[in-house]
């Protein structure tokens, strides 16, 4: 798997305006339909995953919620990143009922069901690194956010 091949510029939004997180997934997800990366019902898959299985990863200094569901739902990979001007709450991975407030959201859709673990954990190892965080929330637009992905993203993914 390419960077090139799962990280797009039209799927990179700043300034989602949402009031909540169903809110935010629901933009993300519509917009990947909207393009033809998924099916009309990976726009549910993803509320109902995210509800019982949390992405919110509270790292050092910031926050970022990683949501994404089963490639049933998916015609095409793809990283889908949006940047939210106010935080909204995300329970944690792996203890629900703790709640963290999130700017930076990195959801994707993987077509190839054995390769979501290899791309989690490429995400949280990238998103481990607080100046990277920090960049995508400081960047001035969605070409900038491209480019700070696709060389942070792209330099721990595994080629396969």
Same mark, same amino acid.
């Given at each position: 798997?390419?960077?090139?091949?799962?990280?797009?510029?039209?799927?990179?939004?700043?300034?989602?305006?949402?009031?909540?997180?169903?809110?935010?997934?629901?933009?993300?997800?519509?917009?990947?339909?909207?393009?033809?990366?998924?099916?009309? #019902?990976? $726009?549910?898959?993803?509320?109902?995953? =995210?509800?019982?299985?949390? &992405?919110?990863?509270?790292?050092?200094?910031? %926050? +970022?919620?990683?949501?994404?569901?089963?490639?049933?739902?998916?015609?095409? #990979?793809? $990283?889908?990143?949006?940047?939210?001007? =106010?935080?909204?709450?995300? &329970?944690?991975?792996?203890?629900?009922?703790? %709640? +963290?407030?999130?700017?930076?959201?990195?959801?994707?859709?993987?077509?190839?069901?054995?390769?979501?673990?290899?791309?989690?954990?490429?995400?949280?190892?990238?998103?481990?690194?607080?100046?990277?965080?920090?960049?995508?929330?400081?960047?001035?637009?969605?070409?900038?956010?491209?480019?700070?992905?696709?060389?942070?993203?792209?330099?721990?993914?595994?080629?396969?």
């Amino acid at each position: 798997m390419k960077i090139e091949d799962i990280l797009k510029t039209d799927c990179i939004l700043c300034n989602v305006d949402a009031s909540d997180k169903e809110t935010a997934l629901k933009i993300m997800a519509e917009k990947l339909y909207s393009l033809g990366y998924v099916k009309e #019902s990976y $726009i549910q898959a993803i509320q109902d995953r =995210e509800a019982n299985y949390p &992405s919110g990863l509270p790292m050092e200094d910031l %926050k +970022i919620a990683i949501p994404h569901t089963d490639a049933d739902h998916v015609n095409q #990979s793809i $990283i889908c990143f949006a940047r939210l001007p =106010e935080n909204v709450e995300f &329970s944690v991975m792996g203890a629900p009922e703790e %709640k +963290i407030p999130v700017r930076l959201i990195s959801m994707f859709a993987l077509k190839e069901k054995k390769k979501i673990g290899d791309l989690l954990e490429t995400l949280i190892t990238t998103y481990q690194d607080n100046e990277v965080l920090k960049a995508l929330l400081d960047a001035e637009n969605e070409t900038q956010i491209y480019n700070i992905l696709h060389e942070n993203v792209g330099k721990n993914l595994k080629a396969s």
